[in-house]
T-cell receptor
């Protein structure tokens, strides 16, 4: 089955510093890819998605992600972290022609003042 | 639309009891997903439906778990009998047709089995 790998369960970043969360997928055929955010005691909310229209995807709250086929990656970035970015972030994959939606293990982001 | 609605938000039950979790997807959505979230295992896909028909239930842990979707606006996840290791947050999500579409999540049901 298609899967995504997120390394480093906990990520600490200083306020104002770059946020970088890595996501790699396992597939020879590029799937559709998503980043979700989960705030405490809430459901998951879509940040952005890759659907092959453009390799650089901009999402909400200043986040963006770049799809790189050669690296089978879809890393999430934000130039300057804000305290409100403290949350858990999930990368998800939905294979082309298949509607199964599977998630990575997630990254818990802590923002240090 | 009010989004995906799950009930109850919290459930505490004793080991051996039957537990039923409920979900109302977004109107017009063709797909419904049930996930379980724990610290140890992360977010696991249990089962998903397309037009009320179960498509993939390979993630259902064991026979104690069952899920139904009797119509387009309602789904249940039942655990019978419940065990302490079933304690987790259970999420329901729905989406439109097409693997390029995102899923919308409910607020989850936090289940505690004592």
């Amino acid at each position: 089955a298609q899967s995504v790998t997120q390394l480093g369960s906990h990520v600490s970043v200083s306020e104002g510093a770059l946020v970088l969360l890595r996501c790699n997928y396992s597939s020879s055929v590029p799937p559709y890819l998503f980043w979700y955010v989960q705030y405490p005691n809430q459901g998951l909310q879509l940040l952005l998605k890759y659907t092959s229209a453009a390799t650089l995807v901009k999402g909400i709250n200043g986040f963006e992600a770049e799809f790189k086929k050669s690296e089978t990656s879809f890393h999430l970035t934000k130039p300057s972290a804000h305290m409100s970015d403290a949350a858990e972030y999930f990368c998800a994959v939905r294979p082309y022609g298949n509607n199964r939606l599977a998630f990575g293990k997630g990254n818990q982001v802590v923002v240090i003042p | 639309d009010a989004g995906v609605i799950q009930s109850p938000r919290h459930e505490v039950t004793e080991m051996g009891q039957e537990v039923t979790l409920r979900c109302k997807p977004i109107s017009g959505h063709d797909y419904l997903f049930w996930y379980r979230q724990t610290m140890m295992r992360g977010l696991e896909l249990l089962i998903y439906f397309n037009n009320n028909v179960p498509i993939d239930d390979s993630g259902m842990p064991e026979d104690r778990f069952s899920a139904k979707m009797p119509n387009a606006s309602f789904s249940t996840l039942k655990i019978q009998p419940s065990e302490p290791r079933d304690s987790a947050v259970y999420f329901c999500a729905s989406s439109l047709e097409g693997s390029n579409t995102e899923a919308f999540f409910g607020q989850g049901t936090r289940l505690t089995v004592v």
